[in-house]
């Protein structure tokens, strides 16, 4: 891709300023030979990034996670930051908070037996609350075995049964011949019916179905992947959570289970499986057992909040217009007496992004400051579906029309393996910059190129990466309103998303040169004459 170095566009004489007023660091003098985004990116500084993060990820506030006091805490903080660097309350004129009301549910009870046998929840078996109805208690006398549950024109599962009303059982994935083809594709790419469980769901639902049960055959790895949807609430917006889809009853269950189920017929179970597998064609049995669901939800009204820090823009032509920089404030809270402090995800951010905040306002103090309007902002509910900035998304403060682009910062903090092996801690991931304005990749190529010059890591802004990280952090509700967004990422360790998240193990000289990157961008983007175009279909 055309590399295009923007040059910044607005030079500043020499101002010489005397005592500071509350709220400002320092008397900056803005040199003539030294561009105002460098002599203000100075102030940007590991010490001060180090004070808030050490504050956000403490014993005291327990976790952040939303809804909770902890929570709280951190928003009361950020606005307490806000409020020093004397940025006015926008919301409704007298705050910093755009509240949030979120709908939380998860598991009171849930329990499965098979015969005598009692099994486990999230040992032998899981359920997400959300695709189930509130409260069940189901007694089955029999479970038919249905393939893989797919109900499509190449290949049906349902062709000729009769499942109004029972239970099911089935495999994830589709039909695979010994060479890995898909019967349904033709080829080794799967289709939608491995990819999209939901998928089976709707087939279930559209043919009658009770219940569904899905064989997991990696069922402890299943868990430890959705551990944390399994154990916190699951939480809606209010405002804007669509209407409850009724799907069957729904779970995931071990081979222990199918056993149990399956009986003496066990072999014969396996051999119709096979069988599937080895013809292309479906084969169905039906197991008499007797088999028992029950399961109570709690569910409650929570309580959020994102933290709005607003710069208002200089320009009286160009200050209608926003560049909104995000970080999400929340994580993952306590589980039992264990603290989930989330120094790195997402301290680390909030931490950059309130240092980004001030350097704008040392700017707009000194006569400086962007000529369109900044907005700092710090979201919760990332951890529960990206809800806060969904939030913002939907009810914006100012019009997403006049929004230039979104800037996220999601855990900036710490070295991955990759980058820890190398020694190199000099780099930083960047993620959808170039996937609505090409504009937006050249700006921040060329601030990096001249002012912080690290290595600027694309591996998991391609696509087809399976990580799929540009879909999973706050930038991505902007992006899916054609909003331009760039999103830093240092990569996960093997702390991410556990109590060891600590203040000890960050790497806050890193944290100052990756905000620095930040801020040279985003003073690019809210200084430069012309917005920057989408051209990215």
Known sequence: MKKIIFPILILFPIFLFAQATPGQKTSINLEKKEKPSITFAKTIKAAEMKTHLTVLASDELEGRETGTEGQRKAADYIAGEFKKLGLPPIVNGNSYFQNIAFAGERWEEIEVNVGKKRFRNLWNFYAFPYTNGDNLEVIEKEVIFLGYGIDDAK???????????????????????????????????????????????????????????????????????????????RLQIQETAPE??????????????????????????????????????????????????????WKREILGSNVLGFIEGSDPKLKEEVVVITAHYDHLGMKGESIFHGADDNASGSSTVLEIAQAFVEAKKNGAGPRRSVLCML????????????????????????????????MVGRLDPKHEKANNPNYIYVIGSDRLSTE????????????????????????????RFYERSDHYNFAEKGIPAIFYF????????????????????????????????????????????????
């Open 244 to 297: 409850e889809v009724v799907y069957p009853n729904n779970l995931f269950v071990s081979t222990d289970v199918v056993k149990a189920i399956t009986g003496k017929k066990n072999k014969k179970f396996i051999a119709a499986r096979d069988a599937i597998n080895k013809t292309g064609k479906p084969h169905n049995q039906k197991f008499k057992t007797k088999f028992s669901l029950k399961y109570e939800k």
């Open 490 to 537: 240092s990569g996960t360790h093997e702390d991410y998303h556990r109590p060891s998240d600590t203040v000890d193990k960050i790497n806050f000289e890193k944290m100052e040169v990756i905000g620095k990157l930040i801020f040279h961008t985003s003073w690019q983007l809210a200084n430069q004459d012309k917005r920057i175009e989408v051209d990215v279909k």
């Open 440 to 467: 937006l990749h050249d700006i921040n190529e060329a601030a990096n190129k001249e002012f912080t010059k690290i290595e600027l890591d694309y591996t998991y802004n391609d696509p087809k990466d399976p990580n």
């Open 155 to 233: 290949y049906s599962d349902y062709k000729g049964v009769n499942v109004k009303g029972k239970t099911a059982l089935v495999y994830q994935g589709e039909p695979m011949n010994s060479e890995g083809v898909s019967y349904l594709t033709g080829t080794k790419t799967p289709s939608d019916w491995a990819t999209d469980w939901r998928k089976k769901l709707e087939a279930a639902k559209a043919n009658g179905v009770k219940t569904i049960l899905f064989i997991d055959a990696k069922i402890q790895k299943s868990i430890s992947e959705h551990r944390q949807v399994l154990l916190s609430p």
């Open 379 to 410: 979201v919760s509910g990332e951890e529960k579906g990206l809800l806060g900035s969904q939030y913002y998304a939907t009810f914006p403060i100012f019009p997403l029309a006049n929004t230039v682009a979104n800037v996220n910062v999601d």
